[in-house]
C-alpha cells in the first residue's frame, strides 16, 4: 500500500539502517579483498585509508586542500552562474540579436573547456583565478541555456495580458520573466554543480599545488594508493554534502 | 485617407471608440497563406456593447487582437478612441480564450497586480478592500490563498474576469469570457458583467459562441461568416437597460431575433464544416 505522504518514519528508518548495512559491507569486502583477491598496492585498504585522512586532519592539510578547491568551486560557479542567467535573459528578450549569436555560442558550448586551461594560465596567471574562470567558463554556458529555454518557454499571452495593463518592460521581467524562470534556473544551478566541480578538481589536477585535485594527482605521482584513495573518499563526502542544499532548493521551487 | 477618418470621428454624434477599417488579416505560415479576415469595416460606439458571432477560425478572436494592439492588420487601419493602434493598448481591458493568470501567485494576488504597476499606482488606494470585494463578487472568496493550478477551469475564469475587472478599464474585449462556466453560473456571471458594464458605461466586444448570449448581452450582434471571415450581417438588439438576461430569454421577441440570427449563422457554421471535412 501506497501512503500519499510518501514513506513513513518507519520504513524511512529501515532503508537507513539497509543503506549503513550496504555501506559496511562494501567496506569490509574491499578490506578483505585488499591483499587476497587484488594487491593493496592497487587498491590500498580501508585502514590505510582512513590513516591518511587522519594524517591529514592532524596536519591540518585537509582543509587547506579542501578550501582551496570549496574557493575555486564558489567563485567560478558563482561568477559563471550570475553571467549565464544576464545572457539568458538579454538574448531571450532579444530573439534576433539570439538567433544571430546561436551558431557561436554552440560551438564554444561544445568545446571541451579543459582543453582552454592553458589559454586562462596564460591569460589568468598560474594561481587560483585562472581555475576559477575556468570553471566560470563552463557554468556560464549552462546557466546560459537553461535561462534561455526558461525564457523562451514564458507564455507570450501571459506577457500580453500585462502590457495591457499598462506595466513597462522592466516590470514585466521582475513580476513574469524572474519568477517563470526560477525553476529553470534551479535545475540549471543543480546540473552544473557537478560540471563545476569536475572542472575544478581536473584544473587543480593539471596545475596546481593545493586542493582536493591536486591531492590525488599528487598522491597518484607518488604510487601512493591509499592516499588517492583518501583523497576520493574526502572529495565524496564533500560533493555530497553540497548537492544537499541544492537539492532542497529545487525541491522547494518545484512543490508550486 | 487618415484626415477623412479623423473628419468622420468628429462629425459623428456618437462618437465610435473603436474603428476597424477594411480591416484584412493573413497569416504566413512556410510557403502557405492563410486569410483569417477580409476587408472588414466595423464602427462600435463609446458605449456599446457588441457581440461577434461566427463559426470557429472566423477571424472573431483576430478581431479583439488588432483592437488590443497586439497583432497589426496586413491590410487596412484600427482606430482606438481617434488614434491609430500602434502597440499594445492599455485602455482596454481583455480577457482570452486561454486564462493568463500567473501560475506562482495566489488568487488574490493574481487580481492585485494590477494596483502593483506603476501606470495604475494612482488607483491603488484601498486595494485590498477592492480585490476582496472582487473575489466576493466573482464568488471566489475562501479560495483568495490557492494557487491557479488547484482551481477548476470556471474558477479561474472567474478569477481571470476579477483581475480585469478590478481596475475597471473603458472598454473589455471578452473572448468566450463564460465559455467554461456551468449553465446556472454562466447566467450570474452575465448578470455581473451586465450590472458592472452599464454602471460603468463601458465600451464591451464579446466574442461568443451562444448566440442568447449575444442577444441577451449586447446592443448590437455582429454575424461573421466562415474563413476568410467577413461581415456577414449585423443587428441591433433593442431591449431597454439595464436589463435582466433571465427574464428577458423568455419573451418571445428574444426567440425569434435568436432565430434570425441562427439562420444566417448556420448556413455559415455549414460552410465551415464543409471546408474542414
Not at chain 1, 571541451?112 to 582552454?116: R, S, T
Not at chain 2, 502597440?87 to 492599455?90: A, R
Not at chain 2, 500567473?102 to 501567485?105: E, F, G, S, T, Y
Not at chain 2, 494590477?114 to 504597476?117: G, V
Given at each position: 500500500m501506497r501512503s500519499p505522504s510518501g514513506p513513513d518514519t518507519g520504513s524511512r528508518s529501515v532503508a537507513a539502517l539497509q543503506q549503513i548495512a550496504l555501506l559496511l559491507a562494501i567496506l569490509l569486502a574491499w578490506y578483505f579483498a585488499s591483499g587476497n583477491l587484488l594487491p593493496a598496492f592497487y587498491i590500498s585498504d580501508p585502514v590505510s585509508v582512513a590513516k591518511v585522512i587522519g594524517r591529514w586532519i592532524a596536519d591540518g592539510s585537509l582543509w587547506l586542500h579542501i578550501g582551496t578547491s570549496m574557493l575555486t568551486l564558489f567563485l567560478g560557479y558563482a561568477i559563471g552562474a550570475t553571467l549565464g542567467i544576464a545572457f539568458g535573459l538579454l538574448l531571450g528578450m532579444k530573439p534576433d540579436l539570439e538567433e544571430m549569436l546561436a551558431p557561436f555560442i554552440a560551438a564554444i558550448y561544445g568545446l571541451?573547456?579543459?582543453?582552454?586551461l592553458p589559454l586562462f594560465v596564460i591569460a589568468f596567471g598560474i594561481g587560483l583565478l585562472s581555475k576559477v574562470m575556468l570553471v566560470a567558463s563552463v557554468v556560464v554556458f549552462l546557466l546560459f541555456y537553461a535561462t534561455l529555454s526558461g525564457v523562451r518557454d514564458i507564455d507570450r499571452d501571459m506577457i500580453d495580458g500585462l502590457r495591457l495593463m499598462g506595466a513597462k518592460e522592466d516590470e514585466i521581467t521582475r513580476k513574469v520573466r524572474f519568477p517563470a524562470i526560477l525553476p529553470w534556473i534551479y535545475t540549471g544551478l543543480r546540473t552544473s554543480i557537478g560540471y563545476a566541480l569536475t572542472t575544478t578538481v581536473v584544473a587543480e589536477a593539471l596545475s596546481s599545488n593545493r586542493g582536493l585535485g591536486f591531492l590525488i594527482e599528487h598522491s597518484a605521482a607518488q604510487f601512493n594508493a591509499a592516499g588517492v584513495f583518501a583523497a576520493v573518499v574526502v572529495l565524496l563526502v564533500v560533493s555530497s554534502l553540497i548537492m544537499i542544499p541544492l537539492g532542497m532548493l529545487e525541491k522547494r521551487a518545484g512543490s508550486r | 485617407m487618415k484626415m477623412t477618418a479623423a473628419q468622420k470621428i468628429h462629425t459623428q454624434p456618437d462618437m465610435a471608440q473603436i474603428t476597424l477599417e477594411n480591416v484584412t488579416v493573413e497569416f504566413t505560415s512556410r510557403a502557405l497563406t492563410v486569410k483569417a479576415v477580409d476587408s472588414i469595416s466595423l464602427d462600435i460606439r463609446q458605449g456599446e456593447f457588441v457581440a461577434l458571432v461566427g463559426p470557429?477560425?472566423?477571424?472573431k478572436s483576430t478581431a479583439l487582437n488588432m483592437i488590443a494592439g497586439l497583432l497589426k492588420p496586413s491590410a487596412g487601419s484600427v482606430t482606438y478612441a481617434g488614434a491609430p493602434v500602434a502597440?499594445?493598448?492599455?485602455r482596454v481591458g481583455y480577457m482570452t480564450q486561454k486564462d493568463t493568470l500567473?501560475?506562482?501567485?495566489t488568487v488574490e494576488d493574481n487580481i492585485a497586480i494590477?494596483?502593483?504597476?506603476r501606470a495604475r499606482k494612482a488607483e491603488a488606494a484601498n486595494a485590498r478592500e477592492r480585490v476582496r470585494e472582487m473575489i466576493e463578487l466573482v464568488g471566489l472568496a475562501g479560495f483568495e490563498r490557492h494557487y491557479p493550478a488547484e482551481l477548476s477551469g470556471g474558477m479561474r475564469k472567474r478569477a481571470a474576469l476579477a483581475r480585469m475587472l478590478i481596475y475597471e478599464p473603458e472598454t473589455l474585449l471578452l473572448d468566450e469570457p463564460f465559455g467554461a462556466l456551468d449553465a446556472q453560473l454562466r447566467l450570474v456571471m452575465q448578470q455581473e458583467l451586465l450590472r458592472l458594464v452599464e454602471r460603468r458605461k463601458m465600451t464591451v466586444v464579446l466574442v461568443t459562441h451562444d448566440l442568447e448570449e449575444a442577444v441577451a448581452l449586447a446592443d448590437r450582434v455582429v454575424v461573421f461568416t466562415s474563413r476568410p471571415g467577413r461581415i456577414r450581417m449585423m443587428r441591433d438588439i433593442d431591449f431597454a437597460r439595464p436589463r435582466v438576461p433571465e427574464k428577458l430569454r423568455f419573451t418571445p421577441e428574444f426567440g425569434a431575433i435568436c432565430e434570425e440570427l441562427w439562420r444566417e449563422l448556420r448556413e455559415e457554421v455549414a460552410k465551415s464544416v464543409a471546408h474542414h471535412a
Open positions: 571541451p573547456k579543459v582543453a582552454l | 470557429s477560425g472566423c477571424g502597440g499594445p493598448n492599455t500567473l501560475p506562482w501567485r494590477a494596483f502593483e504597476l
